[in-house]
């Protein structure tokens, strides 16, 4: 079973960065597509952003398109979100997760998470 650890967040001003960092452990890492999942309070968790097994392409939520940037780390298994521009409707708590493309979406591959990382954007 693929053990999760995230870690990163943190309290930052509007127009402030934050770079997530996810260590994967337990599981074939550089196969897996990788992907961040994040959720708001109150509202249930949503996809962030995703990448492939080599790195070579990535996908965003349209309201992160040219403010996160993910990329990965497949010699130290870890997954990263390096987070600019960030807004007050960016506060959620943050999940990383191995994911699988089934009819359009991006969704986690297993069903369960690992403890997230609190990302606190003030305006």
């Known amino acids: 079973q693929v053990q999760l650890q995230e870690s990163g967040g943190g309290l930052v001003q509007a127009g402030g960065s934050l770079r997530l960092s996810c260590v994967a452990s337990?599981?074939?890492?550089?196969?897996?597509?990788m992907g961040w999942f994040r959720q708001p309070p109150g509202k249930e968790r949503d996809f962030v952003a995703a990448i492939n097994g080599n790195g070579g392409r990535a996908y965003y939520r349209d309201s992160v398109k040219r403010r996160f940037t993910i990329s990965r780390d497949n010699a130290k298994n870890t997954v990263y979100l390096q987070m600019n521009s960030l807004e007050p409707e960016d506060t959620a708590v943050y999940y990383c997760?191995?994911?699988?493309?089934?009819?359009?979406?991006?969704?986690?591959?297993?069903?369960?998470w690992g403890q997230g990382t609190q990302v606190t954007v003030s305006s």
């Open positions: 997760a191995p994911v699988i493309l089934l009819l359009g979406l991006w969704r986690p591959q297993y069903d369960y």
């Open positions: 337990g599981g074939t890492f550089s196969g897996n597509s």
